[in-house]
């Protein structure tokens, strides 16, 4: 059993890049530990940017207990890491969004660029009968936050504000999205300008949570290993909380 409580995060995160909400971090127990930590600090620079992207995606999509291999591209070491089995947790977030539009009862994260099937309203509300606030024409992108709970309907966002909703069956998942990658620290909390027309609102939002074990090789000699979790945001990265990371191999 893996040690480190996953909180719900009342002081928030601004998920403006993607996202266009504020969602409550996801932090362990243990965070203090995580200043001046980098989880692959044994690589150089850009091979670090790109490992924390195979991580990532590794939590994204790989199965529970399945080891993945990458070599740098420069031959200089290789990561094997594995997930762990997914995890759900809830947290009291915050949620940015226009007056006209309403608050979900609650979310399941997705965090995710989606392609409209065609013409389609997007809502003040979830349901037909919420006003119609905007649309999408076939084949244009948007961001799904994430999907009302029980109802067919995403929360979606454009240039970093959430805008309403649109009923699931309209949107399919876009092959162009941006890769994701871990990051370990939140940003700062954004609360709504004066006479934006935007408000705040406290939404309960369930994401995944994973654990990673990974492992770095030099010269076939173990130069890095460690344990973290990672937390799905809704700007697609992964908040990590290290368990039992950076530890340095004696050569």
Wanted: with cysteine; aromatic share 6%; glycine share 14%.
């Amino acid at each position: 059993m893996v040690t480190g409580a996953v909180v719900g995060g009342a002081i928030g995160r601004h998920f403006g890049g993607r996202g266009g909400m504020i969602a409550g971090a996801l932090i362990g127990s243990a965070i203090g530990g995580m200043i001046g930590y980098e989880i692959g600090h044994s690589l150089s620079p850009e091979n670090r940017r790109i490992a924390h992207q195979k991580f990532a995606l590794g939590m994204s999509q790989g199965k529970a207990g399945q080891k993945h291999t990458w070599t740098t591209p420069d031959q200089s070491a290789v990561a094997n890491y594995t997930p762990n089995a997914p995890q759900s947790y809830v947290s009291q977030t915050r949620m940015l969004r226009p007056s006209i539009v309403d608050a979900p009862p609650g979310l399941d994260l997705i965090a995710a660029s989606y392609r409209a099937n065609g013409k389609s309203d997007i809502r003040s509300r979830p349901g037909s009968g919420g006003t119609s606030v905007g649309h999408l024409k076939k084949g244009e992108e948007i961001m799904v936050v994430g999907q009302v709970t029980g109802q067919p309907w995403y929360v979606v966002s454009r240039n970093n504000v959430t805008v309403g909703y649109v009923a699931s069956g309209k949107l399919t998942p876009s092959a162009n999205a941006p890769m994701s990658t871990i990051v370990t620290a939140a940003a700062p909390t954004a609360e709504p300008v004066a006479g934006s027309g935007m408000i705040a609102s406290d939404v309960s939002v369930t994401t995944t949570c994973r654990d990673l074990n990974y492992e770095i090789l030099k010269g076939g000699q173990k130069a890095e290993e460690g344990t973290f979790r990672g937390c799905k945001q809704a700007d697609g990265n992964w908040l990590v909380q290290p368990q039992q990371a950076g530890q340095q191999a004696t050569l």
